[in-house]
């Protein structure tokens, strides 16, 4: 499948107006909408509507939609050059602002090209450990968002490793893949991209994640890869909030996109907390 069927994004009778039903499969545990999963239905949407690809777009996360909820997603083309779009994104439920996707959308055919970036010297995926899988008997998950990724640690420490002690240089890298989505595509890698949070817990050594405020894709090249390589790269975690960017690697070496963050610091007892709270509201 692509990622519109893949985030069960559907459009209206009115060409600038889609809408996402947030079900479990784009959910996180916490039961809110996947931030990545906001940021790829914006891209699509605007991609879909404007009929460019995404060159970059970046989420401001505003609140959260709760899973059962609809999101509607409003496109506004600001402007419309010649080879590029700039366009924006309003998701909604109700009259409640969830988030908001600026971007920029169009090709250009040019003479020149170079990458200087270099990928990390990882095992192979099927030479890494399992962090999360697609089967429940790998680690017990059985629906959610998680239940439709598989995760090899490349240069990571397991749940039960995080011991206390930082990692001096706050980098880690994973291989992922979605074995649902056949095709790579801007939405597809926004929602990989989505892993400044799990990088920050490496880092410290600690049970710990977050909450992204924000999320910035910036698109290099597409190619067709099974595997993509998610090198994380913390910068710095201060006064409760963390920084860190993510390249994404094709199998074969190509860099196809960058992904930024700033994240506000959680701890797993303060996700545990949080959850039991919501699940108690929805309870009442």
């Known amino acids: 499948m692509d990622a519109k ?3 069960g994004l559907q459009p209206t009778h009115n060409p600038n107006r889609w809408f996402i039903p947030v079900t479990p499969g ?3 545990r916490g039961n809110f909408l ?3 999963c906001g940021l790829g239905a914006g891209i699509e949407a605007m991609e879909r509507t404007t009929g460019r690809p995404v060159v970059w777009a970046t989420a401001q996360y505003l609140s959260y939609a709760e899973t059962g909820s609809i999101m509607d997603i409003d496109v506004i083309v600001a402007n419309e050059g010649r080879s590029v779009t700039q366009a924006r994104a309003v998701g909604h439920v109700g009259d409640r602002e969830i988030l908001t996707v600026n971007a920029a959308l169009g090709h250009r055919d ?43 640690l490349a240069n990571a420490r397991t749940f ?7 990692m001096p240089e706050g980098n880690c890298s994973m291989w992922a893949r979605m074995p649902d989505i056949l095709e790579m595509s801007g939405a597809a890698l926004a929602i990989l991209g989505d892993y ?3 990088g920050l817990g490496q880092a410290l050594g600690r049970h710990a994640g977050g909450n992204s405020l924000d999320n910035t894709l910036r698109m290099v090249d597409i190619v067709e890869t099974d595997w993509v390589l998610l090198d994380i790269r913390v910068h710095a975690i201060a006064n409760g909030f963390g920084h ?41």
């Not at 039960?160 to 930082?166: F, V």
């Not at 690697?249 to 992904?259: F, P, R």
């Open 5 to 7: 069927t893949f985030l």
């Open 26 to 28: 784009v959910s996180t």
């Open 34 to 36: 996947w931030g990545g």
């Open 110 to 152: 040019k003479p020149a090209a170079g990458m200087w970036e270099q990928m990390p010297d990882v095992p192979p995926p099927d030479q890494c450990h399992i962090r999360f899988g697609v089967t429940p008997d790998e680690e017990g998950i059985t629906d959610g968002m998680m239940a439709r990724l598989d995760f090899r």
């Open 160 to 166: 039960d490793e995080l011991d206390g002690n930082p």
């Open 196 to 198: 400044v949070p799990m």
């Open 244 to 284: 860190g960017l993510v390249h994404l690697w094709a199998e074969d070496g190509t860099l196809l996109a960058t992904a930024s963050q700033s994240t506000i610091l959680r701890f797993h007892e303060e996700f545990e907390a949080r959850r039991k709270r919501m699940q108690e509201q929805q309870a009442t």
